[in-house]
């Protein structure tokens, strides 16, 4: 493999990494960097997704571990979610080559940019609650199909889960961005889990380049983490918009040029 011939690809896969684990820790997105990264190395466009859920594992389970040690993310409160995203993310990587990716590639920029701007003009108030929502029926219901579509969309295809379980939990549940971040760093983890087991069975992952770029992901998850405790909303937000519209610019230049 090309890999073993080219010392500066495991460098610029380790970069990559390291920014992209402090990007997913902050605003979600990281595998919009890792993703071309892994496919500079050869490696079979199924392999590459298979491989980059092994990286962004480590880096979501770091990020994950870091919100819930600083009381930033209830699990039990959660269970609903974590059950739905599981099963989401196992159906939609099961399915992942018997659908089309072409018109996802292209309302996906669109989708990205109603993120953004979204965040950009939702009520300061919103953020200024730093409480859990009620839990009922109806939540119970919202977890279920938030869990289950996000789920499936990031065994389906991956790029921007993590915003929009950010943005998706703002909308839905009021918390403020600190709380969601800690609830989408959390679910990411539990769909990249399951569909890097997924792909594990389907034998579509190369565990040298997989764990390669997690190592430094680990790194950029913890560094992002701790920095989007340590200066709250005032960093999330600038970073996630930021992100967000990176994201969409070339998400559109990749699939309508």
């Given at each position: 493999m090309e890999f073993f011939s080219e010392p500066t690809l495991l460098v610029t896969l380790s970069i990559v990494g390291l920014l992209a684990g402090f990007i997913d820790a902050v605003a979600g997105g990281g595998g919009l960097?890792?993703?071309?990264?892994?496919?500079?190395?050869?490696?079979?466009?199924?392999?590459?997704?298979?491989t980059n859920k092994l990286s962004a594992s480590f880096s979501s389970l770091t990020a994950s571990l870091t919100f819930f040690k600083k009381r930033l993310f209830?699990?039990?409160?959660?269970?609903?979610?974590?059950?739905?995203?599981?099963?989401?993310?196992?159906?939609?990587?099961?399915?992942?080559?018997?659908?089309?990716?072409?018109?996802?590639?292209?309302?996906?920029?669109?989708?990205?940019l109603v993120c953004a701007i979204y965040t950009m003009t939702?009520?300061?108030?919103?953020?200024?609650?730093?409480?859990?929502p009620q839990n009922n029926t109806r939540f119970k219901v919202i977890q279920w199909l938030q869990g289950t579509l996000l789920g499936f969309y990031d065994g389906v295809?991956?790029?921007?889960?993590?915003?929009?379980?950010?943005?998706?939990?703002?909308?839905?549940?009021?918390?403020?961005?600190?709380?969601?971040s800690g609830l989408a760093r959390s679910m990411n983890f539990i769909s990249n889990f399951t569909s890097l087991l997924t792909f594990i069975y389907l034998g579509q992952v190369n565990f040298v380049l997989g764990l390669s770029m997690g190592l430094f992901m680990i790194l950029g998850s913890w560094i992002g983490a701790h920095s989007a405790i340590k200066f709250g909303n005032q960093f999330i937000r600038p970073v996630f918009i930021f992100v967000v519209m990176l994201m969409a610019i070339k998400l559109a230049i990749d699939a309508w040029f």
């Open positions: 960097l890792t993703v071309p990264a892994l496919l500079t190395s050869g490696l079979p466009p199924h392999i590459v997704l298979g209830n699990p039990l409160f959660w269970v609903q979610a974590a059950i739905a995203t599981a099963i989401g993310a196992f159906i939609g990587t099961m399915v992942v080559h018997q659908i089309s990716a072409e018109l996802l590639e292209k309302v996906l920029p669109l989708v990205i939702v009520k300061t108030a919103t953020e200024e609650i730093n409480q859990l295809a991956g790029p921007g889960t993590g915003t929009f379980w950010t943005v998706s939990s703002l909308a839905l549940y009021k918390m403020n961005i600190l709380l969601s």
